[in-house]
């Protein structure tokens, strides 16, 4: 709970299920948008496999 809460991140099912089908392979990863304009977290990144 304190690692979600220091990495901002919420909604553990959509987070497990990510982790599920990223498993077992490398990836590269570039952080296009982070902010919270209405007070609500928008994050947008690209996957690629490394």
């Given at each position: ?11 553990r ?5 990510l ?32």
């Amino acid at each position: 709970m304190e690692l979600a809460a220091e990495l901002n991140v919420s909604g553990r099912a959509a987070w497990q299920a990510l982790a599920g089908a990223a498993a077992g392979r490398s990836w590269r990863a570039e952080l296009l948008y982070s902010d919270a304009p209405f007070g609500v977290g928008y994050h947008v990144a690209c996957w690629e496999p490394a």
